[in-house]
């Protein structure tokens, strides 16, 4: 029998007429049954993010299916999004209807209120979404939906009211909006905020909770197209409307805002467009409207031109600065980076080289202001990570600005890449990535960290075009073919590589399309390799003669033929499902039809410069006299690395040195610190807590108090108590400089750490949720990441901590809480680990709730008052003034061995203290920030 096929578009879910179709061939008294199941099926596999589920065979006995074999593999990718469903292990959760976490959050959320808040799922998927005040009116917009026929895509069902406050509404409606954008609709979406005319609450009130929510969401709003019909009632609700209208044109949002004047349900059939919106409906925003007159094909050949200007998402001042030498060797009269945009701190300016002058270049938290403020730049360089690249380039396409867009990151779940290749060929927008080093185009502008440093640049002669133009999957072997190019031919036109994950934004054929097209392109170079078929559309190109121009191409991944089993390679696309993904198959279909195709790798040089040859003794290619590349200057960091230059130190420390592998007080390893016993935790008991701690709450506050006690000389505190001690002021004045010091920025973080994880572990979210909730907050995670220390080079202050907590501890859940969600973050980057400061708020926190010698509410008040940060104050005024164990001679008065900041600039006689002129930047007068 033949296979059914049935074509399901990306975003969109399998249909009941889909799944009859399929069935089709069954016995008929098996359709139902299996139409059921098949949806459920195909349910689960999207919402799993499944990438492959074969089941063969599969029994149906009256209403029951029974799998008899079933072979599936799950985008581990897609762990951060799915964690939740997933669980603890490999396997898919059972399937049922467990409460969704948004769920449990508001019923926890009602159960601390005393107004009325509920939310119950319906369809995850659904279109319409509701967020109605009154527990009457929510029943009715909800049957006025089901009525029109649009039950099947309702989402939720739920309330809001009894006078929340605007605090509890934002909570509400900020749940309710993170739920709905979670995943994008082809169609968009439709969210009705209605109620009826309310007797007290506070429509104003209320409604300024929303707008905050629908502020913070605005970017999924608008990526996702949600239409938003609003319609209330009650006590200043002209004041509450008014927020609401004016507020919603601010954001841009497509919002219409009516009050009591219109009938309740109204808006629900102007949402469903069965019935007219009248005029007062707020005018579509100039960018939404645009996107339906632009031309994306005018110049879609064109990627870069010695006028190219990007902007770059993410904090990465050493690939700016590549960029900028870059221009530098090409002679550009412009830096080709506009901006940075870097949702994790306020606006603020970078300093990078042009040349060897300094510029500055704008860093934005909100990428719509950099858009704005900087109309030049076409090009948007990702760096954001896996699991924030998504969101910011929906958000990056939704401006109608960007022609390329290149994604860095690799690790993108294969569905979301999927709806970000279906939103770039609606927008026109060519995807460069994921998974990608980006790519370059000589004397114009090049990706990011492309082509390397500016040695290499120069040795592959990337600063000048030459004839030949390549396309890789990989961006390392992309460097490796400017190598082989340059060595062989007059240069590379252009290079591209196009990402490893298996469904690249841009493929082979799109690049080498607009290569041939492009009359300086001379020669055509492709790097392919095991996995997929996308090989053989650039044998059909060459087979129809779509493709003259003579290309040279090679796949790699012919090794897998010695394996007995299929192998996944390092790329998540390079896997061979068939023989005809094989790197054989395809180098043997590209020879096939012309395209020159080398034994191996090893002599792929060879070929291209044989091609090549050929190109320049038919005239095809006229090599130009070679021209020597402008000098770019060593910066003064990368000469000091490779020993050309020294200079004099700004500080003499002998007491810590925080540079190896533990952290040492004048030589002591801070692991044998430990092993005395200063018996200062008892009297912290008492001074602090007014009554005796168990003996091993008093040694974990010792224990805290030797690791806070110093980390070096550089750090601020410490810098300003020597500066002061310098200046030949007494010890207060210096310990006291040095303490001011003390705030958010530098040890702040003891209690903000406690507070982050403390309010994350009641209220009931897992720590991949966690660790989501605060990435969507633009929020980092106090008390995780080192600057130093990984999991390679673990602290071993943190290990310390946690091994005696462990140990001695009656209970430490909030730690083992934290220690989940340094798993999740070192899955990132390996540096993302539980810090001194997390670990010591975790354990402080276990301690006080679970020690038996408070109550709990005693335990959030010490929480609240910041007895966290004490431990940091105390324990760093220790290494202000000297921590030492000696006493001191009855012959005379010494300094002793282990000597605090002050005491040892004291004893090595340091004179005063002035900054030197080479490290300042000196601003004309008339700078304006």
């Keep these: 029998a033949k296979a059914v096929r049935e074509e399901v578009d990306i975003g969109d879910t399998l249909t009941q007429e889909q799944a009859l179709r399929l069935v089709g ?22 919402d799993l993010y499944f990438t492959y589920l074969e089941i063969n065979p599969l029994v149906v006995q009256g209403r029951s299916v029974h799998v008899l074999d079933l072979a599936a593999r799950l985008d581990s990718t897609a762990e951060f999004l799915c964690k939740l469903h997933w669980g603890d292990i490999e396997f898919p959760p059972p399937f049922g209807r467990d409460a969704y976490p948004e769920e449990a959050y508001i019923a926890d959320l009602d159960a601390k209120s005393g107004a009325s808040l509920k939310l119950t799922v319906i369809n995850p998927h659904g279109r319409v979404w ?18 029109l026929g649009w039950g099947h895509e309702l989402a939720n069902y739920g309330e809001y009211s009894g006078a929340p406050s605007e605090s509890q509404t934002f909570e509400y409606a900020k749940t309710i909006l993170g739920f709905m954008t979670k995943e994008p609709h082809p169609e968009g979406k439709l969210l009705i905020i209605g109620g009826g005319i309310a007797n007290f609450t506070n429509v104003a009130a209320t409604f300024k909770g929303i707008v905050r929510a629908l502020t913070e969401y605005k970017h999924p709003l608008l990526e996702q197209n949600v239409s938003i019909f609003v319609r209330r009632g009650g006590p200043n609700y002209q004041e509450g409307l008014r927020v609401m209208r004016d507020e919603g044109a601010k954001l841009g949002l497509k919002m219409a805002v009516f009050g009591p004047e219109t009938h309740m ?7 469903l467009g069965l019935r007219p919106v009248p005029k007062e409906k707020s005018d579509p925003s100039p960018a939404a409207s645009s996107l339906l007159t632009r031309n994306v094909s005018s110049s879609a050949s064109l990627l870069f031109t010695p006028n190219t200007k990007a902007i770059i998402w993410g904090m990465q001042p050493r690939a700016v600065q590549g960029m900028l030498d870059f221009d530098q060797l090409c002679s550009r009269k412009e830096p080709s980076v506009s901006a940075m ?16 002058k300094e510029i500055l270049l704008p860093v934005y938290k909100d990428m719509a202001e950099a858009v704005e403020k900087h109309p030049e730049a076409d090009v948007l360089v990702n760096f954001a990570s896996l699991r924030s690249a998504y969101e910011a380039t929906m958000e990056a396409m939704s401006f109608d600005k960007f022609k390329v867009i290149a994604i860095i990151a690799e690790g993108i779940p294969e569905n979301k890449t999927k709806l970000l290749n279906k939103r770039a060929r609606e927008k026109g927008v060519t995807i460069i990535g994921p998974a990608t080093v980006g790519g370059i185009k000589p004397g114009c502008f090049k990706i990011g960290n492309t082509g390397g440093m500016v040695d290499n640049l120069v040795s592959a002669k990337l600063y000048r075009p030459g004839s030949v133009a390549y396309v890789s999957r990989s961006g390392g072997m992309s460097n490796e073919l400017n190598n082989i190019i340059s060595r062989t031919t007059n240069g590379v036109y252009e290079g591209v590589a196009i990402g490893g994950d298996r469904y690249p934004g841009t493929t082979f054929m799109d690049h080498i399309l607009r290569y041939h097209d492009d009359p300086a392109v001379k020669l055509i170079v492709m790097l392919g390799e095991i996995g997929g078929v996308e090989e053989y559309k650039v044998c059909e190109a060459v087979r129809s003669g779509r493709v003259f121009k003579p290309v040279v191409a090679w796949c790699i991944g012919t090794c897998a033929k010695v394996f007995a089993a299929e192998v996944q390679f390092g790329h998540a696309g390079a896997y061979a499902s068939s023989e005809q993904e094989t790197a054989l198959a395809k180098n043997q279909a590209l020879r096939e039809v012309g395209v020159h195709v080398p034994d191996s790798f090893d002599t792929l040089g060879t070929m291209i410069r044989e091609v090549y040859e050929q190109l320049v003794g038919g005239g095809f290619v006229v090599p130009q006299p070679e021209r020597d590349p402008p000098t770019i200057p060593m910066d003064y960091s990368w000469a000091q690395e490779l020993g050309l230059v020294r200079k004099p130190t700004a500080f003499m420390s002998s007491i810590c040195d925080e540079r ?6 004048a030589g002591m390893a801070i692991s044998n610190v430990f092993k005395e016993d200063i018996g200062i935790g008892g009297v912290l008991s008492l001074l602090w807590f007014q009554r005796r701690l168990p003996t091993y709450a008093c040694k974990f506050l010792e224990m805290c108090l030797m690791v806070t006690a110093d980390h070096g000389p550089a750090v601020s505190g410490a810098h300003n108590t020597i500066v002061t001690a310098r200046a030949g002021k007494d010890l207060v004045s210096s310990v006291t400089a040095g303490l001011l010091t003390i705030g958010d920025r530098f040890g702040g973080a003891l209690n903000g750490a406690a507070q982050q994880f403390s309010e994350a572990y009641e209220s009931g979210m897992i720590p991949m949720e966690f660790v989501n909730h605060m990435r969507r907050q633009h929020k980092l995670i106090l008390g995780i990441g080192h600057k130093v220390k990984s999991l390679n080079n673990p602290d071993m202050r943190v290990v310390l901590l946690k091994d005696f907590a462990k140990a001695n501890f009656p209970a430490t859940p909030l730690l083992d809480y934290a220690i989940e969600v340094e798993r999740i973050t070192t899955s990132k980057k390996p540096n993302l680990i539980l810090n001194v400061d997390g670990v010591i708020a975790t354990c402080f926190v276990d301690l006080l709730k679970h020690s038996g010698a408070f109550s709990r509410e005693e335990a959030q008040e010490y929480i609240e008052i910041g007895s966290l940060n004490g431990l940091f104050v105390l324990g760093r005024t220790l290494g202000f003034i ?12 010494h300094i002793p061995h282990h000597a605090g900041h002050f005491l040892d ?25």
């Design 341 to 356: 945009v870097y949702p994790f701190s306020g606006n603020h300016k970078q300093r990078f080289y042009w040349g060897l």
């Design 905 to 929: 600039q004291k004893r090595l006689k340091q004179g005063l203290y002035r900054h030197p002129w080479d490290d300042i930047t000196y601003l004309p007068h008339d700078f304006n920030m």
């Design 25 to 46: 061939g069954a016995p008929l008294p098996a359709h139902s049954v299996l139409v059921d199941f098949l949806l459920l099926l195909y349910k689960a596999y999207a």
């Design 660 to 665: 190896g592998e533990e952290l040492l007080y």
């Design 130 to 147: 509701t967020m109605v005040a009154g527990g009457g009116a929510s029943v009715i917009y909800s049957d006025t939906i089901c009525d």
């Design 265 to 271: 349900t109204s808006i629900v059939s102007m949402a």
């Design 882 to 893: 000297g921590w030492h164990t000696h006493t001191q001679s009855q012959a005379h008065m």
